[in-house]
């Protein structure tokens, strides 16, 4: 489930968040010192968002941005487990955060302009998505056109609040939305037929299906309506925490394309390739830069593996979501995803 979400419509409640971002830089000198000094990574995650972060039968959270919180915390702390997940709505995400509440947001949020300049920054894209919309087979809509004066479910305050009015304004659609508090609730009223379709992230209209009994009972209708960058928040003015952030989401990324996996990294600690000593520590003194030990890309991929190894174990074809990379390869393979050079 992706929950993007945009501050506001209006400059003043960016002006609002921005000087909220302050008043919290303020507080909190420095967030990679208070996360050393604690012992912990507190990251906000999806309330319930199966193969991103959901509970699983044992009461286990886990998924692909649990995953990602377990590499900022083994790159930070030299070990994954010391995490606190806090499931989070949108409301208190983005209130959350500034505060000091949570330290990063692994939370499905789309790097969008307003979020930047209002108080947010996105340390690295970590999933290419878009929206689109679902609806029961019985509708008998096959292309959005087809929901002209269709009810809409969608969460209050998210970036598919704008998109739909957007889009139907733009195809001369008539429609009306129905908002909620969150996307959970959005959802369950969609399921519960008080609209005709709901908008989300199509990533997030997978996971959501994957939890239905009666799945087979709707569609995801083709056309993509939006282009949805996905990756961990950080507050502003924390630039030695950003960065930290950044390169260990970045490490996981340069070790799909230099063939490190979780499985062999041990082994390529005794690589020839300087690539892969710089990324794993072996040379160069990368990880003090960044203010923790040398090993700390090596920590990361030891922990959760690579981004392909995150991909398959969490939302690939083998899983119930069934993902297929896409956008999401290696620029490589044809896709978007790339590192940021460690040299």
């Known amino acids: 489930m992706s929950m993007q979400h945009t501050f506001s419509k209006t400059g003043k409640t960016l002006l609002g968040l921005a000087a909220l971002a302050a008043l919290a830089a303020g507080a909190r ?74 330290d990063v947001l692994t939370h499905r949020f789309t790097w969008t302009q307003s979020r930047d300049v209002g108080g947010l920054k996105s340390a690295k894209t970590m999933f290419f998505d878009g929206q689109g919309f679902i609806v029961t087979k019985k509708s008998k809509a096959n292309k959005i056109a087809d929901l002209n004066n269709a009810t809409i479910c969608t969460a209050q305050g998210s970036t598919s609040e704008l998109i739909v009015a957007d889009y139907f304004r733009a195809h001369k659609l008539k429609y009306k ?8 609730q959005a959802w369950d009223a969609f399921v519960g037929k008080r609209c005709d379709a709901a908008i989300n992230d199509r990533s997030g209209l997978a996971a959501r299906l994957a939890k239905l009994p009666n799945q087979d009972d709707f569609k995801v209708l083709a056309e993509t309506v939006s282009n949805e960058p996905i990756g961990p928040l950080v507050a502003q003015g924390q630039p030695r925490w950003e960065a930290l952030v950044r390169f260990a989401l970045n490490a996981l990324v340069a070790a799909e394309e230099l063939d ?15 690539d892969v000593q710089r990324l794993l520590g072996v040379t160069g003194d990368f990880g003090v830069k960044l203010g923790v030990a040398n090993d700390w890309a090596y920590k990361a991929i030891k922990a959760v593996g ?20 896409g956008r999401n390869a290696l620029v490589a393979n044809g896709g978007l995803m790339m590192s940021i050079p460690v040299r």
């Open 29 to 102: 000198a420095d967030v990679l010192d208070d996360v050393k000094a604690n012992g912990v990574v507190k990251c906000g995650v999806t309330l319930a968002a199966p193969g991103f972060s959901a509970e699983n039968n044992a009461g286990k959270r886990e998924g692909f941005d649990v995953d990602l919180c377990k590499a900022i915390a083994a790159a930070t702390l030299g070990d994954e487990s010391k995490i606190q997940l806090v499931p989070m709505d949108l409301k208190t995400a983005f209130a959350g955060l500034p505060t000091g509440a949570v």
């Open 177 to 184: 939305i129905v908002t909620f508090a969150s996307q959970e």
């Open 260 to 274: 490190v996996t979780q499985a062999n990294v041990d082994a390529q600690r005794n690589s020839q390739s300087p």
């Open 306 to 325: 690579n981004y392909g190894d995150i991909w398959e174990r969490n939302v690939g074809p083998k899983t119930a979501l069934r993902l297929e990379r």
